[in-house]
Each structure stands twice: as C-alpha cells, then as structure tokens.
Nanobody
C-alpha cells in the first residue's frame, strides 16, 4: 500500500519554528520528487516547496523563500520541511506529495499524504 504519512504539525507562535516530516512506504522513494503543498480554509491548495531526486534541486514558493527549507533522506524514505520565522498567514493544512514528473503542480502529484495542521498564532 502506497502511503505518505505527515507528522510535526501543531500550534506555534508567530516567529517560531516547526519541522514537518513525511514518511513514505510502498513506493520506490528515491525515484520520486517530493514536495509540500498547503491549503488554508477557503483557499485552493498551493505549492510550498519541492525537491528533486537525490536532492539535486529545490524549489520554493516566493512566500516561503528564505524561511522554509525542504530536504530528504532517501535511506529513511522521509522528506522534511523545516519552517522558520513562521507567520500567521502560514496557517494551513500541509500536505506531503510525491511526483514522478513535476512536483510543483498539484495535478501532476501521484501520491498525497493525509495532511497535518499548522496553526500560527499572531
């Protein structure tokens, strides 16, 4: 069974940090690009960060550049999102994603996690 399981979400004050993890199972992790999307209430799901195979390249939404860092550990089949200097507007459900072709577009994602809530208090 192909599965992505997120963890690490929670409640944090503005300016604080959180580290999200995404544990993958049932898929050949190293061949997939990995990424994170988020969806706030009443808004569409948006791309946050992505990392290519072997971590050779990373991509970020303009809104998180310089604050968020995506990484992966192929030996542990896990992807991470380090979020620093969190802002109220970062509040959303964060979804882990795996894609074979393009990690920056939601329609191209092959596997989604169930999501983890991140709430930033102002």
């Amino acid at each position: 069974q192909v599965q992505l399981v997120e963890s690490g979400g929670g409640l944090v004050q503005a300016g604080g940090s959180l580290r999200l993890s995404c544990a993958a199972s049932g898929l050949t992790f190293p061949i997939f690009m990995m990424g994170w999307f988020r969806q706030a209430p009443g808004k569409e799901r948006e791309f946050v960060a992505g990392i290519t195979r072997r971590g050779s390249s990373t991509y970020y939404a303009d809104s998180v550049k310089g604050r968020f860092t995506i990484s992966r550990d192929d030996a542990e089949n896990t992807a991470f999102l380090q979020m620093n200097s969190l802002k109220y507007e970062d509040t959303a459900v964060y979804f882990c994603a795996a894609a074979a072709v393009d990690i920056r577009a939601a329609p191209a994602v092959n596997v989604w996690g169930q999501g983890t809530q991140v709430t930033v208090s102002s």
